[in-house]
Structures are given as C-alpha cells and as structure tokens.
C-alpha cells in the first residue's frame, strides 16, 4: 500500500473547506484499494470529518497555515510518516519538506493583490509575512510535481508570473457542486422573512470582492428590491455593515453571516439573481452553484467567470461604480432567463476527485524526485 498525505487544515474553512469536505467525500465513496491516505486535519476538525474507510487515516496536525509551527512541527510530523506522496492543498506548506508532492494552487490573489487592506495585521507584520508568503509559494510551485489549478485561468496566470518551463505540469481540475448543497431541501420558513424581491451575492467580505463598490453602486439603482450579502462576520463583514449604516440602508442591504446550507438553497432558489463584483478568483464556486439553480448571474467581466460561464452572464467592469449600478438597473427593467444546462456538466467534484486519483498514480509511479 502506498501512502499519500493530503493537508486538510483548511477543512472548516469556506472555499478551500469547501474543496476539501467534497474532495474527502468524494474519494471515500469510492475508495482505492491501493492507497493509504493520512488525513491531516486542525484537532477541532477530527470530529467533523464523516465516517471514512478503513484506508482513511486522520492525523491532527494543530499548525495553522502561514505558521512558524507550519514549518518546523508540521514538517517533522509529515516526516515521520514517511510518505510517498503528499498532497498541499493551499498556499502554505513546509519549505524544507523534500519528499514528492503534488500542489494545489487555487488562486493567486494574495500575490496580484498584495494590499495592507486586506489584512487586520500591523503593516510592518503583514509586509514581512508576504515576503515570505512569496518565497513559499514560488518553492511550492517549483517543487510539486505537478500543480492542479481549478481553472486554466490560473495556469495561465501562474505561467504568466513564474514562466512557460511550468506549463506541462499544471492540470486545470474543475470544481463541481458540493455534495450538500445538491442533497440539501431549502428552509422554507425564509419566504415569510424575505417576502421582497432580492439579489444575492455569496462570499466573504476581503477587499478583492469589491463589496464597497458593490454597496455603492446597488445603492444608486432606484428599486424596491433588496441586496442580501451572504458570508462570514468578520473584520471586512463589519467593515461593510458599518458603511451600510452610514449610507443608512440598512433596510435595503442586509447581511446574513449564520446562513446555513438550507438556508442557502432557499437564497439560490429565490432570488432574482446572484451579483458577483470580485476583483479576481481562481474559481468562483458561487458562481456554479447559481448556475446549478439557473439562477441568473451578474458579473464582473473578468477572465475566469468569463471562462466558466463562456459568456453566458451579464457582465459588468467591477472597477465601474456606474456600470455596475447600470447593469443592475436593466437587469431590473428587462429580466434575463437563465440556462446552463449545457455547460454544467463539466464541473463535478466527482470527477475531481478521479482526476486527482489519477494524478497520484501517475505521481507514484514516477521516477521524479525533488
């Protein structure tokens, strides 16, 4: 038996979490019979992991990303499990780990946005810590053995900034809807709550989502209509509220941060359609999973949703107060009906998830070693 490590630190977490809990999920459906795979999760993630074959091993790994901890205790423990293959899922991992790993590069934000903004860190902490965050991910992208991305956007991207010698071993893997969210029935007692007609947008709050602008522009659009901005309360979420209630709209832009997942099915189900003004993504798995509702899309108009939807959405400059606020307001006035039928089929965590498995085997039968 092979034995192939995958870093689940992140496994509570929105978007990469989300990746994560479907990627696990979907392995242990199916499960290889020559593989052992050594789970390494926060402690406070053991217990939320769903029941996994007896191939599954969980190891607690209580080493936050971006760490001092990430590089010394981490790297011993995955030492000492002597792996043949390692799967890091995120930005983060340890600079001196030497044996063979596979990387997965979701995005690369944090390199073409560097901005104090969007961190609570003192500005002299968070320029050192991108420093070095620029020096790990350029190790990582150099050392894998091969390199998934979730779009061809971001190859393009991580072609762009570290060069073409990288190209052959980056695989696009699409996304897909998450096994949740397909299963799960809505919250119907919503529809009393919400009885105006609304707009969603799905997400945290960082400052390359561009919310504020967001904020500005729908507040211009003359309508009875509601924004309901869906995410995770934090520093950023906060930031949002405070200025919404300064422009004093509270009653026309709410913020819901405990939304669970019926709640979100209800959100997709109802609304008139999902505004999405992010400055950049790698993915955008909101932006699938409102097209798995048919739920009509209004978009920034750059390279990655244009990838994924091919067009198929009203799309708008997310630098463009005005634009945004014009987009809206014809969308108001001449309302689009959604199909995506054709280009779903495409974006799957199942067959990620085969994807990968195919990917590991051909990483464990390779001579390549770092």
């Not at 968070?126 to 053995?145: C, M, P, T």
Request: one cysteine or more.
């Amino acid at each position: 038996m092979k034995k192939v490590g995958i870093d689940a630190r992140l496994y509570s977490q929105t978007g990469v979490g989300t990746y994560l809990r479907n990627f696990i999920h979907e392995l242990s459906v199916h499960p290889p019979k020559d593989i052992t795979f050594y789970i390494y999760v926060l402690p406070t993630d053991e217990e939320k992991l769903f029941p996994l074959p007896s191939n599954f091993i969980i190891r607690k790994a209580p080493y936050l990303w971006h760490s001092f901890s990430e590089q010394c205790a981490f790297l011993k423990i995955l030492n000492d499990d002597h792996l043949d293959l390692m799967h890091f899922t995120y930005f983060g991992y340890p600079v001196f780990y030497r044996r063979k790993f596979i990387a997965t590069v979701h995005d690369l934000t944090p390199l073409l946005f560097k901005t104090g903004k969007a961190s609570t860190k003192n500005p002299l902490i968070y320029g050192i810590k991108h420093f070095f965050f620029k020096h790990i991910l350029r190790s990582q992208i150099e050392n894998a053995v091969s390199i998934i991305t979730p779009t061809k956007t971001v190859k393009n991207q991580i072609i762009q900034v570290y060069g073409s010698h990288l190209k052959d071993k980056i695989i696009p893997l699409h996304e897909g809807i998450g096994y949740e969210l397909a299963q799960t029935k809505e919250n119907e007692s919503l529809k009393f709550r919400y009885q105006k007609p609304f707009f969603i947008y799905v997400g945290n709050f960082y400052p390359h989502k561009n919310i504020k602008r967001l904020v500005e522009a729908f507040t211009g659009v003359m309508t009875w209509h509601q924004l309901i901005l869906i995410g995770p309360r934090d520093y950023f979420a906060t930031s949002i509220l405070q200025y919404i209630r300064q422009c004093n709209i509270e009653a026309r832009i709410i913020i819901v941060d405990n939304a669970t997942t019926p709640d979100l099915v209800f959100f997709y189900k109802h609304a008139q359609a999902l505004i999405h003004p992010s400055l950049s993504e790698g993915f955008g798995l909101p932006i699938i999973e409102a097209a798995y509702f048919n739920l009509p899309i209004i978009a920034s108009n750059i390279p990655v949703f244009q990838e994924l939807l091919k067009g198929r959405y009203v799309s708008f400059n997310p630098h463009d107060t005005t634009d945004i606020q014009n987009k809206i307001a014809n969308f108001i006035s001449h309302p689009l009906n959604a199909d995506y039928g054709s280009i779903l089929a495409q974006y799957s965590f199942k067959i990620m998830a085969q994807q990968t498995l195919s990917l590991y085997h051909d990483a464990l039968e390779s001579k390549e070693k770092i």
